[in-house]
Nanobody, 127 residues
């Protein structure tokens, strides 16, 4: 059974860093896509960063060069290190996962519907 529990959100000033954590049980990194999404009121949930089953990271253009996604397989934890935060980074951040079927290519994670979610952790960046 997959369970995702986020932590680490908070309220910071523009330019500050913040690190989010996601305790991921029931997720085998080589068989799942796992990543971070965010949502603000009135907008759809958007992908922020993910790790594909082969370990490759991918980032949205808006966070590239500022955010780093990583995972600790031993601790079953996914991290999102955020630097140079901007007010537009404000939102509810969700950890997500989806099983990656054997034999499908790397594009699967980018285009499929993710179906496992945590409860979210709020990030507020003030100017």
């Amino acid at each position: 059974q997959v369970q995702l529990v986020e932590s680490g959100g908070g309220s910071v000033q523009s330019g500050w860093p913040l690190r989010l954590s996601c305790a991921a049980s029931g997720v085998t990194s080589s068989r799942f896509c796992i990543g971070w999404f965010r949502q603000t009121p009135g907008k759809e949930r958007e992908a922020v960063a993910r790790i594909d089953p082969d370990g490759s990271p991918a980032y949205s253009d808006s966070v590239k060069d500022r955010f780093t996604i990583s995972q600790d397989d031993a601790e079953k934890t996914l991290f999102l290190q955020m630097h140079s935060l901007k007010p537009e980074d404000t939102g509810m951040y969700y950890c997500g996962a989806v099983r990656h079927p054997h034999g499908l290519g790397a594009d699967f994670c980018a285009h499929t519907t993710w179906n496992y979610w945590g409860q979210g952790t709020q990030v507020i960046v003030s100017s």
